[in-house]
């Protein structure tokens, strides 16, 4: 299975003197996958190239901002020419104003908002909001969910932490974890318990309303509303987490999709079109607490500046084009179906969860909707396939624990080429690890 690897080897060799684990997340590092990271040199389209020439179709899409697929004319147009007026001024500018008004038009529970530049930034934000708003310590996350790399939220966390099986993070003090309990995703009663056991102490629950972060799982029906009920009787906020979901399943996102308000959203990835930007806003009453209407603070040197502006907006008005989201849907639902036969041709048991354009097969026979049955899913297939598919010019995310990001980029022949190049994955997988 030889393919030019040369160059990314001499690059990795020369990072891993700059960086720990020589990358700058811990994801990229193909720690779960084996073997040393490919640098990227170009991409465009459905399209990335590493620096050793190889070709990918890409289903990583830089972890979900890239729905429009890489380098976007309209995109990289919009760029160039904001770049002529200067960078950034740590001032106000037009272009913020008409981004939020985009987010607010499609997300009608964003009544404000507050740019920052990272989901974590956004989604540690919106719960120092929603403590000072109700004046209580307490959050309820679930098992598997992934928020960013705030302390607190380092606690069963998902993503790159399930991906290299680290417990929660060494480094948050115990004073937070305590702060951070911990429920199942899917499992409404496990939250009812967590709220009866801390009365009036709860200032929110965080959720991703479909989660994205121990591979995909989408809600059962009926969760999202339980959370809805739960959280108003009990007096707290409800806070999503849709920084990949946002403008991803839907213009609206997940609440839009599901019906369910949140008080607060956190957003990132897709609204900053490839380019550092996150968000949280809600509810005018909460939001006013924030700096310098109120007295939470919150600050950021490159908060909403006019580049990141610029290509959050070009995606959002890319978005809004009609066809975008059935197309996206057509095309993510040929590709589950044909990952599906592909596992069934080769006596592959698989399960394949798939919300919009976001999936993940799960090396497992039993249906998956919550951490613990994604964690007994095996890796070790998860991550021969991984190879076998990347020698075939497939780049997948490099973890059983992470979604692949389809973008409106990605063509028929993509997906085929996709199918096929797992038929012959799953056989080799079957006879290297029967
Ligand atoms: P960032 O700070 O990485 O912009 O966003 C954190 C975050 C918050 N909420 C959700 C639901 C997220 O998925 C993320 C980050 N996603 C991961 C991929 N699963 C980013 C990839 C990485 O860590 O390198």
């Keep these: 299975m030889g393919m030019k690897r040369q160059r990314s080897e001499k690059l990795f060799k020369e990072a891993e003197r700059c960086f720990p684990g020589g990358v700058n997340s811990p994801v990229r590092a193909f720690k779960a996958v084996g073997g040393h990271p490919l640098f990227i040199k170009r991409a465009s389209g459905s399209r990335i190239c590493d620096e050793d020439g190889n070709e990918f179709i890409d289903y990583v899409c830089s972890w979900g901002p890239l729905i429009l697929g890489h380098a976007h004319p309209r995109v990289l147009d919009a760029l160039r020419e904001a770049l002529e007026y200067g960078t950034t001024f740590g001032a106000p500018t037009e272009k913020e104003t008409t981004l939020a008004m985009l987010i607010r038009n499609a997300m009608p529970s964003i009544e404000e908002l507050r740019f920052v530049n990272s989901g974590t930034e956004a989604v540690m934000s919106s719960l120092r909001l929603a403590r000072a708003f109700t004046g209580r310590d307490k959050v309820i996350k679930f098992a598997g969910c ?230 007994v899913s095996d890796t070790r297939r998860f991550s021969a396939f991984f190879r076998h598919m990347l020698h075939q010019g497939i780049y997948l995310p490099p973890s059983q624990f992470e979604a692949m990001f389809l973008s409106t980029a990605h063509a028929e022949a993509d997906i085929g080429a996709t199918v096929n190049a797992a038929l012959a994955a799953l056989q080799a997988v079957q006879s290297e690890l029967r």
């Design 146 to 375: 992934y928020h960013g790399h705030s302390d607190g939220l380092l606690v069963k966390a998902g993503s790159g932490v399930a991906t290299i099986g680290l417990p929660d993070s060494p480094g948050v003090p115990s004073s937070y974890a305590r702060n951070t309990l911990t429920a199942r995703y899917n499992d409404i009663g496990s939250v009812d318990r967590i709220f009866n056991a801390n009365k009036n102490s709860i200032a929110a629950v965080i959720v991703e309303p479909v989660c994205a972060n121990m591979g995909v799982i989408p809600p059962d029906s009926g969760f999202l509303e339980s959370l809805r009920a739960l959280t108003e009787s009990h007096g707290s906020l409800l806070v999503f987490d849709e920084v990949i979901t946002g403008f991803r399943l839907a213009p609206g996102g997940a609440q839009a999709l599901y019906r369910v308000t949140p008080d607060l959203t956190c957003l990132g990835k897709i609204i900053g079109g490839g380019l550092p930007v996150g968000a949280y806003g809600g509810r005018k009453d909460i939001m006013d607490m924030i700096a310098p209407s109120g007295p939470v603070y919150q600050a950021g040197t490159l908060s909403g500046n006019p580049i990141a502006m610029t290509a959050g907006i070009a995606t959002l008005q890319a978005l809004a084009e009609t066809g975008v989201y059935e197309n996206l849907e057509k095309f993510a639902a040929t590709l589950q179906e044909g990952l599906c036969q592909a596992a069934a041709k080769n006596e592959v048991p698989v399960r394949v969860n798939r919300a919009g354009s976001i999936m993940t097969l799960f090396f497992t026979e039993s249906p998956v909707h919550d951490y613990e049955s994604a964690i």
